[in-house]
């Protein structure tokens, strides 16, 4: 039976993760109702967060499969990204036959029309949320539980500015339908992350990072870490440094700026290096040599990486 | 009150026009009842075919406002297109905030997250009649005849190849709530077409006429002449031809393709000038110079369009 791989962005977030499982299984409802001859297989391009790892296994889901990348012949859908950088090696030899996504639109091509399903809201899983409801397929509690959680994290428990009215709805009902209280479910998520002074300080950089490329052509790498527990992540500004100055070098960015994001004061510390006069001009700081605090920003897409596109 | 432009291709067709009178027809309706202070305004970026002034007429529906191009400030929704090159002028200056579509993805990017609801189905407005199921909107019997003749016309009454069993429902249930026969509906349209023998050669050749970029970064114009009377269409070959060599010499084209559609014997006639070979190569013919019958060819898109592109 021809299979379709269903995944999310390199580096995968809860978000990434969660909706190749929820849209997989979704799909694999609508093909066996609609009597088609054709499996739908949730996989991924990177390790788990911490948070998916306990939200999967609470819930009794198998953990996608991990892939290198993609080929001739293969057959994709893209969940939670839009951008070819940020996607799976061999994107432009595969076919993809769908899109469902809450970023910009990355200038990917395709040579046949798709399905592309983008909504300007918090959460990729929330939007496969809604498509459960749209086409009628029956939720089960597990899956509803795992596509919370993502619409939980996504949104920082419903702080990051992203967070819609569509996004309170539909956590609301989920959370009803599931059983929990959705602030207490989310923070119980965001603890389950690992300790910041622990953790090996690529795990810190890399949890939730993302290239982009600039108009000019160059591009840049831009991370972000939630904690509930900032001063730890800031115990090891000089191992950060080290660590993105060193991707500078590797990978000939222009820039790459790392961001710790604390949930509970609702802002983040900047930290970069590189051409860093560059982020200075954006935002009208002076993040070069050292770390800045800049209250009320908790969204890499709409507060971090839409001005520095936007330059 | 701010407005919001909706809009579909140049050189629009009738699913263009029609696409953005129904879809800001529901998105006025939705601003009402979310009780959101911003109106939708249906605009074209060229004249009207004239089986859409005689749905329009027919159903007391005001024409949209021709407009010259957009820029700075204004926000715009996208209908029955997603490539600039397609677009109205200045669409880089201006912000996307929706795209509703059934073509390929054409390379756009935004700096922001938006709507985009694309499917690769027969129409555009088949689209729009399924966003008002979604969103409980009642939809008008004027309206629903304006994207009944739409989904007729795109899918050139349900025989072109894009045509979906999703496209054969909706024309169904939207015929049966108009009162009409689906097919004596289209064609009637089909006929209000004027008479090929008396048309101006250019309103032939740029009937449905759309720019693609090919992969070398080369310009070529795709045009597609539907008809009833191939007769008439060529016995007019030899001005077509003069029409179309001038378009390579002004415009720069890698060559135009044109070509006329019968839709009741359901094939083409394919005419082209400029890089021939790259035409013949493409489809394993001989064009150049003449002209060439290809059974079975009805949809722009997926029969001419793509391999073209993907070549
Ligand atoms: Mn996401
Ligand atoms: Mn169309």
């Not at 892939?67 to 839009?82: P, Q, R």
């Not at 046949?112 to 929330?126: D, E, F, H, I, K």
């Not at 009803?176 to 479910?185: A, K, L, M, R, W």
């Not at 930290?271 to 969204?299: R, Y």
Request: aromatic share 8%; hydrophobic share 45%.
């Amino acid at each position: 039976m021809p299979s379709i791989l269903v995944f999310g962005h390199k580096n995968p977030d809860n978000d990434a993760i969660s909706a190749a499982i929820g849209y997989a299984y979704l799909k694999n409802e609508l093909a066996k109702k609609n009597g088609e001859d054709v499996t739908y297989e949730a996989v991924r391009l990177g390790g788990l967060p911490p948070e998916t790892e306990w939200i999967l296994s609470e819930n009794g889901i198998e953990t996608p499969r991990l892939i290198e990348g993609v080929g001739e012949g293969d057959k994709v859908i893209l969940v939670d990204h839009s951008e070819a950088l940020q996607s799976a090696e061999g994107l432009e030899n595969a076919e993809i036959v769908e899109i469902i996504d809450h970023h910009r639109l990355g200038g990917l091509t395709t040579a046949q029309p798709l399905r592309y399903n983008a909504m300007p809201v918090g959460s990729t899983c929330a939007i496969v949320a809604r498509e459960f409801g749209i086409e009628g397929i029956e939720m089960p509690k597990a899956i509803a539980a795992v596509l919370l959680g993502a619409m939980l994290t996504d949104t920082v428990i419903m702080k990051s500015p992203t967070t819609t009215n569509f996004d309170r709805d539909i956590i609301a009902k989920t959370a009803e339908f599931v059983g929990v209280d959705p602030v207490e479910y989310g923070m119980s998520i965001f603890k389950c992350r690992s300790n910041p002074a622990e953790l090996p300080v690529d795990k810190i950089v890399n949890a939730d990072a993302k290239e982009f490329e600039l108009s000019n052509g160059n591009k840049v790498y831009i991370g972000q870490f939630e904690t509930v527990d900032l001063q730890a992540v800031l115990g090891r500004e000089a191992e950060i440094r080290e660590a993105i100055k060193a991707l500078v070098a590797e990978k000939g960015y222009q820039f790459v700026l790392f961001f710790a994001t604390d949930i509970l004061a609702e802002g983040s510390q900047f930290i970069c290096e590189g051409d860093t006069e560059f982020v200075n001009k954006v935002f009208g700081i002076d993040v070069t040599g050292k770390s800045v605090w800049m209250p009320g920003v908790l969204s890499r897409k709409k507060q971090v990486a839409a001005p520095i596109l936007a330059a």
